[in-house]
């Protein structure tokens, strides 16, 4: 089964991840991209915990991550790659030209981000993490659930307010 969803969210392991993105879409399992994360097996336990028994999570870096992709991407069940930021997606999609499409589900309210949607705040920096995924031909689109209206990247950067 293919991976699903590659996943922007800056809270990670959290129930709209689990619950809104996993069991409509029947995923098998999560690959988390984090340096600092897949070195820290306290903070793996704490991520494992919000995961339901039927969900596998592994914990990778950037290189592991890239080194093990199309091994994921032969599993049998559906998955989902999830970053805590643009600059971990980006070194993916730069990583990997199978990455087709990316979600940007949350990047929320921090000193420095202008808000787009209530979801998605967005500091200069991610917005050229984003644009430079987008020019590698990358759709990018915010979505917060997957009933959600999609909103594509040109719309998201014009828009201001959430």
Same mark, same amino acid.
């Given at each position: 089964?293919? $991976?699903?969803?590659?996943? $922007?969210?800056?809270?990670?392991?959290?129930?709209?991840?689990?619950?809104?993105?996993?069991?409509?879409?029947?995923?098998?399992?999560?690959?988390?991209?984090?340096?600092?994360?897949?070195?820290?097996?306290?903070?793996?336990?704490?991520?494992?915990?919000?995961?339901?028994?039927?969900?596998?999570?592994?914990?990778?870096?950037?290189?592991?991550?890239?080194?093990?992709?199309?091994?994921?991407?032969?599993?049998?069940?559906?998955?989902?790659?999830?970053?805590?930021?643009?600059?971990?997606?980006?070194?993916?999609?730069?990583?990997?030209?199978? $990455?087709?499409?990316?979600?940007?589900?949350?990047?929320?309210?921090?000193?420095?981000?202008?808000?787009?949607?209530?979801?998605?705040?967005?500091?200069?920096?991610?917005?050229?993490?984003?644009?430079?995924?987008?020019?590698?031909?990358?759709?990018?689109?915010?979505?917060?659930?997957?009933?959600?209206?999609?909103?594509?990247?040109?719309?998201?950067?014009?828009?201001?307010?959430?």
């Amino acid at each position: 089964m293919p $991976i699903e969803v590659y996943r $922007i969210d800056d809270r990670l392991v959290h129930g709209q991840v689990v619950v809104g993105w996993g069991q409509p879409l029947g995923l098998g399992f999560l690959v988390l991209v984090d340096d600092v994360v897949a070195e820290s097996a306290w903070e793996q336990d704490l991520y494992r915990m919000g995961v339901p028994p039927e969900m596998t999570v592994h914990f990778e870096s950037v290189a592991g991550a890239l080194a093990h992709l199309d091994a994921y991407r032969r599993l049998p069940d559906r998955g989902l790659v999830l970053t805590g930021n643009t600059a971990t997606m980006r070194a993916l999609v730069e990583g990997d030209p199978a $990455i087709r499409h990316v979600n940007v589900g949350g990047l929320h309210h921090r000193a420095g981000r202008t808000p787009r949607l209530r979801y998605v705040f967005v500091a200069p920096d991610e917005e050229a993490d984003l644009r430079a995924m987008a020019a590698r031909g990358v759709g990018l689109s915010a979505q917060d659930v997957p009933g959600a209206e999609p909103v594509p990247l040109d719309e998201l950067l014009s828009r201001s307010g959430g």
